[in-house]
């Protein structure tokens, strides 16, 4: 069957359904006693067995160049990854989603600081939105100015992967994405078994396995490996701001299976918040000069 736009699309959409119930997937594994840095490792491990099964040719080549490159991109990713979870922990997985999915908005203004590219006028407005977002969503306001550390966290994640993202975009176009994503794993599996163990000095004994292990094969399995190559494949056949704008959906499907899932109620808070969010992360990926340009010649052909 032939790839076409449409279908990239869907498979897009699909892996923001992935992602998005991977927030309630987590939170259900740290629920039941897995640890943050344990979830990481048992997770970055399965994502190297497969891809080595799937990609060991490509992998075999690699240049000292290459590793030095998925190794920055690596510590990057596992900077995200482990705030993401230690977030979740003390927080809703909506309010993770939600936070974590600000890293769009964030991105032109490292790619600026890092790579001094140009800063559309619209970052203004859309980081706007994304705090008074994020304002409303964390209910910080209505806390007497009480911050959760759970969405600190969040928000540190967003960070780190806009860093990233910055990096693999403008730092390292030359490497096979195939080796990224081995070194991404690799970092992950290795960052988490040494956060497990000198600093959540590796507890097993509590983990309930009969609940937690169908999580964890379930993040390694189907939000790493699938969603990930499924997500490289599809972009390479649809345009970058329609990929943009399908992929942030991963915070509003987090924010229904949280919901779906009994981890929160259905508040006006988590809409209002989450819309906003939302709309300054399609503000950021949005090109309207393009699309007013369309129209004017559409308009004069008629």
Known sequence: MKMTKSI????LLITATLWGSGFVLTKIALDANASAGFVNFFRGFLFVVLVLMFFYKKIFKMTL???KIGLIAGLFNFGGYITQTIGVQYTTPSNNA???????VIIPFLAWAIYQKKLPVKSFVSIAFCLLGMTILTGILNKSLTINIGDVYSFICALFYAASIVYLSYGARATDVSI???MLAVVQALGGLLFF???EEGQLTNINWSVAIVPLLYMGIICSFVGQTVQVLAQ?????TTAGLIMMLEGVFGSIFSVAFGFESFTVQLVVGGMLIMLSI?????NFKQILFKNKQQLSKQ
């Open 65 to 67: 160049k290459d590793f």
């Open 236 to 240: 390479k056949h649809t345009s970058a």
């Open 197 to 199: 163990f000198f600093v």
């Open 180 to 182: 990224v994503a081995f």
């Open 282 to 286: 399609i503000l950021m990926e949005v």
């Open 98 to 104: 939600f936070i974590s999915s600000t890293y769009v």
């Open 8 to 11: 990239a699309n869907v498979l």
